[in-house]
């Protein structure tokens, strides 16, 4: 695609830029690529002393509202968006494992797990057990695809959770205990 050529230049008025010394287009719905190259205004395309020469793809939304006063280079920092989809059924081909597909132009990490879901293997399992904000395990936990599963360990009973029983002891020694009590008192 060419843009701005010297058969198409015009000058710049006030904000906007048709041509001469600067160029400006929107890239068309389904372009597949895209080539910049900077050259000088001339026909021999050589730069002049003290010409800058620079280009940028910029969010359309942020470049109306910013204006670059005597053609200046725009803040280090601009934003730029990139929107696309695979087409027809080919998002979800793509998927790796732990990913979540819908309507062929939407693909994420299903729920814990992150990474990137249209690489091969780009959703990995999160350790919600090797971080205590990320579980609500008391005692026991344990990792699993996707999830974790809280428990007690030997001695204590429950649902090992925080936000439920958590763990308690076992009281197996009162057993025990009363019949020792019951035992001395009979003798």
Same mark, same amino acid.
């Given at each position: 695609?060419?843009?701005?050529?010297?058969?198409?230049?015009?000058?710049?008025?006030?904000?906007?830029?048709?041509?001469?010394?600067?160029?400006?287009?929107?890239?068309?719905?389904?372009?597949?690529?895209?080539?910049?190259?900077?050259?000088?205004?001339?026909?021999?395309?050589?730069?002049?002393?003290?010409?800058?020469?620079?280009?940028?793809?910029?969010?359309?939304?942020?470049? &109306?509202?910013?204006?670059?006063?005597?053609?200046?280079?725009?803040?280090?920092?601009?934003?730029?968006?990139?929107?696309?989809?695979?087409?027809?059924?080919?998002?979800?081909?793509?998927?790796?494992? &732990?990913?979540?597909?819908?309507?062929?132009?939407?693909?994420?990490?299903?729920?814990?797990?992150?990474?990137?879901?249209?690489?091969?293997?780009?959703?990995?399992?999160?350790?919600?057990?090797?971080?205590?904000?990320?579980?609500?395990?008391?005692?026991?936990?344990?990792?699993?695809?996707?999830?974790?599963?809280?428990?007690?360990?030997?001695?204590? &009973?429950?649902?090992?959770?925080?936000?439920?029983?958590?763990?308690?002891?076992?009281?197996?020694?009162?057993?025990?205990?009363?019949?020792?009590?019951?035992?001395?008192?009979?003798?």
């Amino acid at each position: 695609m060419s843009i701005c050529d010297n058969e198409f230049m015009t000058t710049q008025y006030g904000d906007g830029c048709y041509g001469i010394d600067c160029c400006q287009a929107l890239i068309p719905y389904g372009l597949k690529n895209f080539t910049l190259d900077v050259r000088g205004t001339s026909s021999s395309g050589r730069y002049t002393y003290g010409s800058c020469k620079y280009a940028f793809l910029v969010d359309s939304d942020w470049f &109306h509202k910013t204006s670059f006063p005597n053609n200046n280079m725009p803040p280090s920092d601009i934003p730029g968006v990139v929107d696309w989809k695979f087409s027809s059924n080919e998002t979800c081909k793509i998927c790796g494992s &732990h990913t979540f597909c819908s309507n062929q132009t939407f693909v994420s990490c299903s729920c814990a797990i992150q990474g990137n879901p249209y690489l091969p293997q780009g959703c990995t399992d999160i350790d919600e057990c090797g971080n205590q904000s990320l579980n609500l395990c008391v005692k026991k936990c344990t990792n699993v695809a996707g999830n974790y599963s809280c428990s007690c360990p030997t001695g204590y &009973h429950g649902d090992g959770r925080r936000d439920g029983i958590g763990c308690v002891k076992n009281r197996s020694w009162l057993i025990p205990a009363l019949i020792g009590k019951l035992l001395i008192l009979i003798h």
